[in-house]
């Protein structure tokens, strides 16, 4: 029946929830893209530096590394410097504010995946309200046309459930793209942590050793 149709014509016979759900498509796929490009980001950053991070602590101590810290823009060197800002201070102070900082970098890592979720859960039932809505008006043509068979609104039925079709198209990317970054969110989370957690340590003894020099 559609065979000859292109995508866009199809989409239009759906109706205006096609058109909604259309435009939630591409913002879905926007959000899909620039999250796909922040975790690299994210990830990349933490296993680039974490090396350089360690080995300048190590070796030259932790006033220089927060020198350091301070011309990068990895996840890690905010996290250090948060920790850093609590030098002198107890472990658990310390601990404390690389946390925070480390929480706020994963809250940042998140940004829109609850948009994302939303639109997973809500198309279907968009795509649904269209179909209700185009099977409403084929049975009321069909009521109108008196003595007409019902193959004459069978079209209107099938144009009806595009919308169902679309609802699904634009839900299943969105519910499988959020899954997918909230567990790897959490992944980073723990990477964050490891790293992080032993800095606390350099970043105390620094202090006590006299390391961390005004």
């Known amino acids: 029946m559609f065979a000859h ?11 205006f929830t096609v ?15 620039e999250r796909a490009r922040a975790f690299g980001r994210f990830k990349k950053g933490i296993h680039e530096f974490t090396d350089t991070l360690y080995r300048t ?17 990895s996840t890690l060197a905010r996290v250090f410097l948060a920790g850093y800002g ?8 310390i601990l404390s504010a690389m946390e925070l900082a480390g929480r706020q970098e994963i809250t940042a890592l998140e940004r829109f995946l609850g948009f994302l979720g939303t639109i997973g859960s ?14 409403i008006r084929a049975f009321s043509d069909l009521s109108a ?4 068979s019902p193959a004459a609104v069978a ?19 969105a519910v499988v793209a959020y899954n997918y970054y909230v567990r790897s969110a959490s992944r980073c989370a723990l990477t964050l942590e490891a790293a992080a957690v032993p800095l606390a340590d350099y970043i105390e003894e620094g202090a006590k050793d006299g390391m961390v020099h005004e």
């Open 57 to 73: 602590v190590r070796e030259d101590g932790v006033t220089v590394a927060a020198r350091l810290c301070s011309t990068q823009s």
């Open 5 to 15: 149709l292109t995508l866009f014509e199809l989409f239009k016979k759906g109706g």
């Open 122 to 135: 809500t198309a279907p039932f968009i795509g649904l309200f269209g179909t209700v809505l185009g099977i």
């Open 19 to 33: 058109m909604v759900l259309g435009a939630l498509s591409l913002l879905s796929i926007a959000v899909i893209l």
């Open 155 to 173: 079209d209107g039925i099938a144009e009806a459930l595009v919308a169902t079709a679309a609802g699904l198209f634009v839900a299943i990317p």
């Open 145 to 148: 046309a008196q003595g007409a």
């Open 86 to 93: 609590k030098k002198g201070r107890r472990r658990e102070e």
